[in-house]
């Protein structure tokens, strides 16, 4: 049985309402509402984000209810630069606490929104924190309340966030967010709530919105060279992204861009969480159309978490004459290898017959056997050093795993007795560990303090499949 199913009000996939045909498609990708940085020190970033009930248009005559920063959905894109200070002020006008997870980003355990630290309804805190020099990368922000994570990303409350070097090598590009987002409306036009199926393999049958909108269509000249940044917020969706009649050029991962260019990918998976920066060279073809899918990826080995190809976006080219070629660089930016490790930590994600928290199921996902107690501590490191941590997946089904405060670097994956090394050293956060893989990765904490590592579905994180790391200072 797969984690949390028992409920008597199994809904099957097929049974939500049909809202792909209502959601308007095909119209142009919307740019982002940016957050407008209120200090007038550029080394200051200062900001306020209101997290409240407001509502948007998401069919035609219909307000759907929804939770959103600043009354945009998705939330306000947020630009910083490294080496700036961050005071970041949340007022909390929801009717119940919530928190915000600066998702990747190397900021102080007190300062990243963990469950441990909530905004209690109706009151506001600052999050402060300063970004140092190597974060130029693709990170998001969404709430992080105890159990109460994925009612409130499904509501709305999520957005990307952009941190930009003053020596980015591929500056000279123009680039676009796509930030992925599922939602589910009921009848009424109002988000569905999580049923029993969602609780046990993550939030099913949902319509992908690419920055808000259905299938949107984005126009470029032909072989023109963009840089996308693709964000997956979903709770649950597996991308294995592919570009119709084009090859993707991959620059970029989780915590930034890699140490040189991986050009000629046909496909590239994109787990909940994950980002990925890729090169686009459009086609030199005049009013052709491209669709951006995420084609079949079985998630689990039941079958239940298994998604046909689906449509994205449309890359749409101009009746104008081919764009003049731009220059790649060859190397994008020194990755070091985190080094020799000297702790080895075995961490098994696994499934117990238990009380688990949501819909008195009776089965849950795990970690190391035990379900999250916000007041345990799971593991313990201490700052600096380097740790083999081998991410063990015994259930029937992929957990994206996530680690808070620092990112890190994929060593190997193993199935059986086949051990394959990661292609590339890339900085990530998140890692796909399909079922009876194990995924090993080197990991080091710079700060002290407790971190959360979890199953980023955030079903999974919300019941029972998050842990506490302590990370001591020496
Ligand atoms: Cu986006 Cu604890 O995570
Ligand atoms: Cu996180
Ligand atoms: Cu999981």
Not at 107 to 117: E, F, I
Not at 136 to 142: L, S
């Amino acid at each position: 049985m797969l984690g949390c199913g028992g409920g008597s009000d199994d809904v099957a996939v097929g049974e939500f309402p049909p809202v792909d045909a209502a959601l308007t498609e095909g119209q142009p990708l919307r740019a982002f509402a940016r957050l407008q940085n209120q200090s007038a020190s550029a080394a200051e970033f200062s900001a306020t984000l209101t997290a409240a009930p407001s509502s948007a248009q998401l069919l035609p005559g219909t307000s759907t209810p929804m939770w959103l920063y600043n009354n945009t959905a998705p939330g306000p894109l947020i630009e910083f630069a490294e080496n700036q200070r961050v005071a970041i002020r949340l007022d909390n006008h929801l009717p119940q606490e919530t928190t915000i997870h600066w998702h990747g980003l190397p900021v102080p355990s007190d300062q990243d929104g963990n469950p441990m630290d909530p905004v209690p309804a109706g009151t506001s805190r600052v999050y402060e924190y300063h970004l140092p020099e190597g974060t130029a990368g693709t990170y998001w922000y969404h709430p992080h309340p105890h159990e109460e994570t994925a009612s409130q990303v499904a509501r709305g409350l999520a957005a990307p966030l952009i941190v930009r070097a003053a020596d980015d090598p591929l500056a000279h590009l123009t680039e676009i967010t796509l930030f992925i987002t599922g939602v589910r409306l009921d009848g009424a036009g109002a988000i569905s709530p999580d049923n029993a199926l969602d609780w046990s393999i993550g939030r099913q049958g949902e319509t992908l919105l690419v920055n808000g909108s259905r299938l949107p269509v984005h126009t470029l000249r032909p072989s023109t060279t963009q840089r996308w940044r693709i964000l997956n917020a979903t709770a649950a969706r597996h991308f294995r992204l592919a570009l119709e009649g084009h090859t993707l050029t991959l620059v970029g991962t989780d915590g930034g861009l890699l140490g040189a260019p991986v050009a000629g990918l046909k496909d590239i998976l994109i787990g909940p969480a994950q980002r990925i920066e890729v090169l686009v060279n459009a086609s030199n073809a005049p009013n052709a159309r491209y669709r951006l899918r995420a084609l079949r990826y079985d998630t689990d080995i039941l079958g239940l978490g298994t998604y046909v190809d689906e449509d994205l976006l449309t890359l749409a080219t101009t009746s104008e004459s081919p764009a003049p070629a731009v220059q790649i660089p060859a190397v994008l930016r020194p990755i070091a290898d985190l080094g020799v490790a000297s702790v080895r930590q075995e961490i098994e994600l696994g499934e117990i017959h238990d009380l688990c928290r949501r819909n008195g199921a009776t089965s849950a996902f795990v970690i190391n056997g035990q379900i999250f107690d916000p007041n345990r501590v799971d593991l313990v490191s201490t700052v600096g050093r380097v740790e083999l941590w081998d991410v063990v997946n015994n259930t029937g089904m992929a957990h994206p795993f996530h680690i808070h405060g620092t990112q890190f670097q994929l060593v190997s994956r193993r199935l059986g007795n086949v051990v394959t090394p990661a292609p590339y050293l890339a900085w990530i956060d998140t890692v796909v560990v399909p079922p009876g893989h194990t995924a090993t990765i080197k990991v080091r904490q710079a700060l002290p303090g407790k971190r959360m590592f979890h199953c980023h579905i955030l079903e999974h994180e919300d019941n029972c499949m998050m842990a506490i790391l302590d990370v001591r200072a020496v």
